[in-house]
Nanobody, 122 residues
Framework: QVQLVESGGGSVQAGGSLRLSCAAS????????MAWFRQAPGKEREGVAY???????YYADSVKGRFTISRDNAKNMLYVQMNSLKPEDTAMYYC????????????????WGQGTQVTVSS
């Protein structure tokens, strides 16, 4: 049974940093596409950062230069280092995975974690 479990969320002041982790288990092969999404109350879910098995990454403009996604395939872990956090980064953050290549968006991701809350105060 595939499972994605996020951790590392919390409350931080603007300008601070957090590192989110996602532990993946149950995959018979490493997912080609993994990503971090976020959803704030009253807003649509937003793709924040994507990581592909070949090493390519993609970031939303809103986090480019501040967030860094990384992956440890040996440990089945996905991370996102979030620096220079802003109040508008406040959201529930979700880890997602797909066996195939998903170029942006969320509909191609079949596996989701339960989320971890990030709150940034001004």
């Amino acid at each position: 049974q595939v499972q994605l479990v996020e951790s590392g969320g919390g409350s931080v002041q603007a300008g601070g940093s957090l590192r989110l982790s996602c532990a993946a288990s149950g995959f018979t092969a490493s997912p080609w596409s993994m990503a971090w999404f976020r959803q704030a109350p009253g807003k649509e879910r937003e793709g924040v950062a994507y990581h592909y098995l070949g090493g390519n990454t993609y970031y939303a403009d809103s986090v480019k230069g501040r967030f860094t996604i990384s992956r440890d395939n040996a440990k089945n872990m996905l991370y996102v280092q979030m620096n220079s956090l802003k109040p508008e980064d406040t959201a529930m953050y979700y880890c997602a995975a797909a066996q195939g290549i998903v170029r942006g968006g969320s509909s191609g991701f079949g596996y989701w974690g339960q989320g971890t809350q990030v709150t940034v105060s001004s």
